[in-house]
């Protein structure tokens, strides 16, 4: 069973940045960056296939504040975050699956991290 470890979760202020990351102890076809702020759904960000580099993002309201990227030997996502607001303030899983389209769905076969915490004070 493949396992996924975040880290780069923090508290800062809006306008600050943060790089996330997840490191997976084996391949992946795709990995990806969910949130679940609380009292409200996980919310899709973005994927990456771990080959091509293809990312797609899912969020409108993360589209030109986030990039999403890969390195292949380290077997490690990231996220960068930038001109963080309020609203950003989330837990944020990483993903992993053998789709990018379908990761997340409740009827994938996902691999979850543990999650990191985001908190962003205005």
């Known amino acids: 069973q493949v396992q996924l470890v975040e880290s780069g979760g923090d508290s800062v202020q809006a306008g600050g940045s943060l790089r996330l990351s997840c490191t997976a102890s084996?391949?992946?076809?795709?990995m990806g960056w969910f949130r679940q702020a609380p009292g409200k759904e996980r919310e899709k960000i973005a994927t990456?296939?771990?080959?091509?580099?293809?990312?797609?993002y899912a969020a409108d309201s993360v589209k030109g504040r986030f990039t999403i990227s890969r390195e292949i030997a380290k077997r490690t996502v990231y996220l960068q975050m930038s001109r963080l607001i309020p609203e950003d303030t989330a837990m944020y899983y990483c993903?992993?699956?053998?789709?990018?389209?379908?990761?997340?769905?409740?009827?994938?076969?996902?691999?979850w991290g543990q999650g990191t915490q985001v908190s962003v004070s205005s």
């Open positions: 990456i296939t771990t080959n091509s580099g293809l990312s797609t």
């Open positions: 993903a992993a699956g053998d789709s990018c389209t379908r990761l997340g769905d409740r009827d994938f076969a996902n691999i």
């Open positions: 084996a391949y992946t076809y795709c």
